[in-house]
């Protein structure tokens, strides 16, 4: 267990629906990002939250958002899915914004859309 | 923004021979470079990582290089086995910055 719990891990939905992936950080660490790994494919970056605040935006779509809050955990938020959405998303936390080690990821969440 | 590419995007290897995966990266501005290895469904995991203002560290078979002047930094990993096999992620990234991955390596180990 790296300490990084994500829920729910399997989502099945229909397109045109909305999901919310939930992230709760490891205990301390008070920057979250979010990750879209596509089938065989990298890990793309989408967002990060330190503190409760936006920090940086990668190539999240205009359908996504997040948020972090006041107990840290955060929220990923897909509407008006498609079928393309599908992939793992992974949720990451690190102590502090910026510092220059390793994030600890969680195990995901597997997303299906049919 | 930061721009990491890997190479090769596959490699197989005998047991006990060794594997050498190169990332280049283009932001000279990045100071921090982890590698992650990925299991097949299961999270990327920390394996090593370097510092810009160091060139070289071990940790037991596994070993990471920096060049900073060419922009490339590499894992080795020597007398490979089986339980090596898995997907290698480079990344970079700098204080203040998310970090950039590039797009992995499957590494198959052959008994």
């Known amino acids: 267990d790296s300490g990084v719990t994500q829920t729910p891990k399997h989502l099945i939905t229909a397109t045109g629906q909305r999901v919310t992936l939930r992230c709760s950080p490891r205990?301390?660490?008070?920057?979250v990002y979010w990750y879209q790994q596509s089938l065989d494919q990298g890990l793309q970056f989408l967002i990060q939250?330190?503190?409760?605040?936006?920090?940086a935006k990668g190539n999240i779509l205009e359908r996504f958002s997040a948020q972090q809050f006041p107990d840290l955990h955060s929220e990923l938020n897909l509407s008006s899915l498609e079928l393309g959405d599908s992939a793992l998303y992974f949720c990451?936390?690190?102590?502090?914004?910026?510092?220059?080690?390793?994030?600890?990821f969680g195990s995901g969440t597997r997303l299906t859309v049919v | 923004g930061e721009n990491v590419e890997q190479h090769p995007s596959t490699l197989s290897v005998q047991e006990g021979d060794s594997a050498v995966i190169k990332c280049t990266y283009s932001?000279?501005?990045?100071?921090?470079f982890p590698w992650y290895k990925q299991e097949l469904g299961k999270r990327p995991q920390l394996i090593i990582d370097i510092r810009s203002n160091v060139g070289e560290k071990k940790d037991q078979r596994i070993a990471v290089t920096l060049n900073k002047t060419a922009k490339h930094f590499s894992l080795h990993i020597t007398e490979t086995q089986p339980e090596d096999s898995a997907v290698y992620f480079c990344a970079a990234g700098s204080t203040g910055n998310q970090f950039y991955f590039g797009t992995g390596t499957s590494l198959t180990v052959i008994p």
């Open positions: 939250y330190y503190n409760g605040e936006e920090r």
């Open positions: 205990s301390g660490d008070l920057s």
């Open positions: 990451a936390s690190s102590l502090t914004w910026g510092r220059d080690y390793g994030y600890t």
């Open positions: 932001d000279s501005a990045s100071n921090y």
